[in-house]
């Protein structure tokens, strides 16, 4: 135990960190060499802008579906399809150098890549306990440090630092992360039984939360409980992970 946290929760806390610090490479990418990128693919930079629109747009869409993939069929399965949309994305990119690559990838699978955009969070909150906020600033910090300090690296080495060799450095970090979240990444054994018995209790009659919001009925005083799917949507909502992800 570290600081009354598991050694496994700071240590996945770490090993997001440090990936979300190299991520922001792409969006550094995209905004620092649009010219030298519409130059090389002999386009106008509207195009870029449509491209990097349209991941925003479906990533925005894949969001709330990862979202709900995530609590189907646990976080760990929809990182892994995430890191390798995004790695999809690069490569498709770097082995076709030309306008239908670059817009299929960064463009289409790059946004749907947005299906992971939950994860991160929910695998936090899952592991920490007495620390979470503070891992959940921590995490969300990785992106603005990452862009802090790779941008003047990459501008005061521009003559052999350009966008070719960025592009490069993220697929051997997608490469890197899928095979390392593969090993590495699993459940919490602790909430894992807590959902167990929480199957368990919804199987042998009402869950804890339907029993708190029992009501009376006026005319014969027996209990009504209000729809399992209401009451799924309103825990759902009220998750203060998706309160992060949306804002």
Not at 100 to 107: E, K, L, Q
Not at 195 to 201: M, N, R
């Amino acid at each position: 135990m570290w600081f009354k946290e598991k050694k496994y929760a700071w240590f996945i806390l770490i090993f997001l960190w440090v990936f979300g610090f190299i991520g922001s490479l792409g969006r550094f990418v995209a905004a620092y060499y649009q010219q030298e990128i519409a130059s090389f693919l002999d386009v106008g930079r509207g195009f870029l802008g449509f491209t990097w629109s349209t991941s925003i747009f479906i990533g925005a869409i894949c969001a709330p579906i990862g979202g709900w993939l995530t609590d189907r069929f646990g976080y760990k399965k929809v990182l892994i399809v995430s890191g390798i949309l995004g790695t999809l994305s690069t490569t498709l990119f770097l082995f076709t150098r030309n306008p239908i690559g670059y817009y299929c990838g960064f463009g289409l699978l790059s946004g749907l890549a947005g299906i992971g955009a939950s994860t991160s969070y929910v695998l936090v909150n899952n592991w920490f306990v007495h620390h979470r906020a503070k891992a959940l600033v921590v995490l969300g910090s990785a992106g603005s440090l990452g862009l802090a300090i790779i941008t003047p690296i990459f501008v005061s080495n521009k003559t052999w630092l350009d966008w070719n060799n960025a592009y490069w450095i993220m697929f051997t970090m997608g490469c890197v992360f899928i095979p390392l979240a593969i090993v590495y990444v699993r459940d919490n054994r602790d909430t894992a039984d807590i959902k167990k018995a929480e199957k368990v209790s919804e199987i042998d009659g009402t869950s804890s939360s339907d029993k708190d919001n029992l009501t009376l009925n006026t005319k014969n005083g027996a209990p009504v409980i209000p729809s399992r799917k209401l009451t799924t949507i309103m825990q759902y909502m009220r998750n203060p992970v998706m309160a992060t992800v949306i804002c």
